[in-house]
């Protein structure tokens, strides 16, 4: 949803939001790019505090809660740097164990 709202007032042929994922060794990485009006280094700070909002509607609790079930999963999440415009998040988790294959004989 931060990404949507960031490029909706971005002019058509503008409005981009990128989403990759990859897996890397035991874990698997999801990054979501706008390319938005980026945020302040003070809002980056802060972003993942519970009831920060930079926003006139909301109460900041989304990416607070993301931050949760990540952790939750024993992964992390995390505000990547961009070289032009916009901003970027990125999570990261453990590749889920295949339950019979770590069931012995």
Not at 21 to 28: H, I, L, N, P, W
Not at 50 to 76: E, S, Y
């Amino acid at each position: 949803m931060n990404a949507l709202r960031a490029v909706e007032k971005q002019p058509e042929m503008r409005r981009r939001i990128d989403i990759e994922t990859e897996q890397r060794g035991g874990q698997v990485r999801v990054s979501v790019r706008d390319w938005g009006s980026g945020i302040s280094q003070q809002v980056a700070e802060r972003m993942f505090e519970p009831f920060f909002t930079t926003k006139a509607v909301g109460i900041g609790m989304g990416l607070a809660i993301c931050r949760r079930i990540v952790d939750a999963h024993a992964g992390k999440i995390w505000k990547q740097d961009v070289e032009r415009e916009g901003t970027s998040i990125a999570f990261e988790l453990p590749v889920a164990q295949d339950p019979s294959e770590t069931q012995s004989a």
